[in-house]
């Protein structure tokens, strides 16, 4: 028996939530998406006190969860859109030209749970989809887009070359999904 995607998204938020701050039901746009996560980390060098700051770096990840039956062209036409028209000017540079100082870093992720594995031609555009845009010729840092996705009928992950570290999670969740499937029974 498959998992649900109910299950799989309740153990996925889950996993996040250790160091993520969560949102359900987020409204970006016009879309409102199951939960949003935002993770953020400061790192700072100093020179004997907290005044001398040599350098500071913050870096940023930004989670969509997608729950739909089927990923289709238009599915991963919309994530792009989504990405360069609403959250990479709204939750990367807040609405300004650049990103705040000490930007290093932020990864615009979608996770998507899909009931059906789609055909090899859409799994070859989510292999090779990639978005990475720099500001201020790398001075301010820059974006970079991740997809995973987790196809449920097959128990399948497929990830973006980006989001590739992704993928021992979402397969992870398979895993702990059957594990209590085999207890109940």
Known sequence: MTASSDDYFCELLKRYRANFDIIKDFKLGDNIYPAYAKFFSLGEKYVLKKEAKLWAIRAYEHVLFIKTSEITPETLAEIRRTIETQMEPQL??????????DHMCSYL?????????PDKEIQK?????SYDKGYLFGFRGHSQAKIAC???DSECVLTNYAGKELKKLLTNIFNTLKGKEE???
């Open 92 to 101: 990367v540079r807040n609405g300004e030209k650049y990103p705040e100082p």
């Open 125 to 129: 555009e989510i292999k090779k989809f």
């Open 109 to 117: 992720t979608f996770v998507i749970i899909s009931d059906k594995t």
């Open 150 to 152: 987790a196809f449920l």
């Open 183 to 185: 207890k109940a029974s």
